[in-house]
């Protein structure tokens, strides 16, 4: 068996096969396109993380600190993106391009 256990590569190809076709559809009618904001990719991804940590059956205890690291990464990366979109906002009406 390996890591994971071929019982949880199972489990986790049948979450795949049912997520895929909301994905084709989404593709299909580009809404896709819409979705390109890294904060929100960044979330997304980080969170998927956290859902494999608890899949993989992670003790609650040394899942923990991963998921703290994790949070200050996400927090820290939405935090400073919010700055450069204040700060380009400023830039922009003090140049007249706002």
Request: proline content about 2%; glycine content about 10%.
């Amino acid at each position: 068996m390996g890591f994971l256990g071929i019982g949880k590569l199972i489990d986790a190809y049948k979450a795949y096969r049912k997520v895929k076709p909301v994905v084709d559809v989404l593709q299909r009618e580009g809404t896709v396109d819409k979705l390109k904001s890294r904060k929100l990719w960044v979330t997304v991804i980080i969170a998927a993380i956290g859902a494999l940590l608890a899949g993989i059956g992670l003790e609650a205890d040394k899942a923990q600190p991963i998921l703290d690291w994790l949070s200050t990464i996400l927090m820290t990366y939405i935090g400073g993106q919010a700055v450069v979109d204040v700060t380009t906002a400023i830039m922009a009406k003090k140049n007249g391009t706002a």
